[in-house]
């Protein structure tokens, strides 16, 4: 079974910019959960999204958004991109609500934001 | 805030020793998962082993092990006969009955030769 993917693997914008993040998940998961990772923050929990519903949000700005697709496979949005945007944002994704709590993650995408 | 310590942030070991990873949690919540992650400088996070704060036995996986102690809030990973491709950032976290996971800050692990 393929694992999560998540396009693009790396990508270089400018502040202001906007950016799309996306992330197919396992096939058969039905949520799947964004997270951010920096050096000084950590991993830090953004958003899930479980049949096309926003469940969870973590405390980030309204800059960040996500939707989730019929097909399971999600997206994540950044507008008016800023240098602290930069990061390694990574996608996971599970069988929720089957008792099997465990997220995979995918190879994650490094922003860089200039 | 509920909060998983990680108060190892390197630690160097001999290939084929043993290691413990250390990883203790907050928490007031009787029904909670515990996680393991490693990450080599690649990025992704791999997934190691879980337990559940109600299962009875500690859960092992191949050379990992949980060393679960649910009174002192404590979930260490032990890698026995450790191995050069076990150099990796190693990852403890929970959740919350959902799906949103809180991570530890993590513990650089360096195997050597």
């Known amino acids: 079974k393929a694992g999560v993917t998540q396009t693009p693997r790396y990508l270089i914008k400018t502040r202001g910019q906007q950016v799309t993040l996306s992330c197919s998940p396992i096939?058969?998961?039905?949520?799947v959960s964004w997270y951010q990772q920096t050096p000084g923050q950590g991993l830090q929990f953004l958003f899930e999204y479980f049949s096309e519903t926003q469940r969870n949000k973590g405390n980030f700005p309204g800059r960040f958004s996500g939707r989730q697709f019929s097909n399971s496979r999600s997206e994540m949005n950044v507008s008016t991109l800023e240098l602290g945007d930069s990061a390694l944002y990574l996608c996971a994704s599970s069988l929720a609500g089957t008792g099997d709590e465990t997220q995979y993650f995918g190879p994650g995408t490094r922003l860089l934001v200039l | 805030a509920q909060k998983i310590t990680q108060t190892q942030p390197g630690m160097f070991v001999q290939e084929k020793e043993a290691v413990t990873l250390d990883c203790t949690y907050d928490?007031?919540?009787?029904?909670?998962?515990l996680f393991w992650y490693k990450q080599p400088s690649s990025g992704e996070m791999i997934f190691l082993i879980y337990q559940g704060s109600y299962d009875q036995q500690n859960a092992t996986e191949g050379r990992y092990s949980l060393n679960f102690q649910k009174a002192r809030k404590s979930a260490n990973l032990v890698i026995s006969a450790s191995q050069l491709g076990d150099s990796a950032m190693y990852f403890c976290a929970r959740n919350f009955g959902n799906e949103k996971l809180t991570f530890g800050t993590g513990t650089r692990l360096t195997i050597i030769p």
């Open positions: 928490t007031s919540d009787p029904s909670y998962g």
């Open positions: 096939s058969g998961h039905r949520s």
